[in-house]
């Protein structure tokens, strides 16, 4: 991994250079918008993403509601997982930031001292993309899009190399899909029994007239239909 950071003829380093070089053509303002929006907008937006859906499917009440926010609910801590799997990699691959071995960068964001593979927001998007497209289709293709346009500034800030990224993306998959099975049998017992709480099953179904009664219990309405016919 160093000798391909330290050659400026290999694609990923020549694609850092072509994507970076957008960077010294654009307004002051845009390099201050993307700066913004691949440290911290996007990371904001996927977690509203993921509360959208959420409130999509609460609302919808679908018969298999527990399990899709099982599924969301594992998202965000396949997420957390990659991050901590990502913790050893990169102690180990020790591949520096690209802006420390090659001259003529733009660099948007300063003070980035760690290693640079793989890289954390690649790997948290792309983790929580997969995790919502597992829940819900449309929302997760919208995350994985959020995700994909996460990796683009991370190489245009000028702080990560392409490779960063596809690892960051690759790791993130990775670890929802391989453990999802194990995750999704241990947290839609959990969603279950929330649903069926009288005070938490608004959280996974929202409640509907009639819905939460014991079976023959009379309504509200029935009670006083009955007391005026007496």
Not at 1 to 17: C, F, I, K, Q
Not at 172 to 179: F, I, M, N, R, S
């Given at each position: 991994?160093?000798?391909?950071?330290?050659?400026?003829?290999?694609?990923?380093?020549?694609?850092?250079?072509?994507?970076?070089?957008l960077?010294?053509?654009a307004?002051?303002?845009?390099?201050r918008?993307?700066?913004?929006?691949?440290?911290?907008?996007?990371?904001?937006?996927?977690?509203?993403?993921?509360?959208?859906?959420?409130?999509?499917v609460r609302?919808?009440?679908?018969?298999?509601?527990?399990?899709?926010?099982?599924?969301?609910?594992?998202?965000p801590?396949?997420?957390?997982?990659?991050?901590?799997?990502?913790?050893?990699i990169?102690?180990?691959?020790?591949?520096p930031?690209?802006?420390?071995?090659?001259?003529?960068?733009d660099v948007?964001?300063?003070?980035?001292?760690d290693?640079?593979?793989?890289?954390?927001?690649?790997?948290?998007t792309?983790?929580?993309?997969?995790?919502?497209?597992?829940?819900?289709?449309?929302?997760?293709l919208?995350?994985?899009?959020?995700?994909?346009?996460?990796?683009?500034?991370?190489?245009?800030?000028?702080?990560?190399?392409?490779?960063?990224?596809v690892?960051?993306?690759?790791?993130?998959?990775?670890?929802?899909?391989?453990?999802s099975?194990?995750?999704?049998?241990?947290?839609?017992?959990?969603?279950?029994?929330v649903?069926?709480?009288?005070?938490?099953?608004?959280?996974?179904?929202?409640?509907?007239?009639?819905?939460?009664l014991?079976p023959?219990?009379?309504?509200p309405?029935?009670s006083?239909?009955?007391?005026?016919?007496?």
């Amino acid at each position: 991994m160093a000798v391909l950071a330290e050659s400026g003829s290999n694609p990923d380093v020549d694609l850092l250079y072509d994507i970076n070089g957008l960077a010294k053509d654009a307004p002051h303002w845009f390099d201050r918008t993307m700066e913004f929006v691949g440290e911290y907008g996007l990371l904001v937006a996927m977690v509203l993403l993921v509360v959208c859906c959420w409130w999509s499917v609460r609302r919808r009440g679908d018969e298999d509601a527990a399990g899709t926010v099982a599924a969301l609910v594992w998202a965000p801590l396949a997420a957390a997982i990659a991050v901590l799997v990502n913790v050893p990699i990169r102690g180990f691959v020790e591949r520096p930031r690209p802006f420390l071995t090659h001259q003529g960068l733009d660099v948007l964001v300063s003070g980035k001292t760690d290693y640079s593979f793989v890289s954390d927001h690649a790997t948290i998007t792309m983790a929580l993309g997969v995790g919502l497209f597992v829940a819900h289709r449309r929302f997760g293709l919208a995350g994985i899009g959020l995700a994909l346009l996460e990796g683009f500034c991370r190489v245009y800030m000028g702080v990560h190399y392409p490779t960063d990224v596809v690892g960051g993306f690759a790791l993130g998959t990775a670890v929802v899909l391989l453990l999802s099975p194990l995750a999704t049998a241990l947290l839609t017992p959990v969603t279950k029994a929330v649903e069926g709480s009288a005070r938490l099953g608004w959280i996974v179904r929202r409640r509907s007239a009639g819905v939460g009664l014991v079976p023959g219990a009379r309504t509200p309405f029935e009670s006083e239909e009955r007391d005026l016919a007496a």
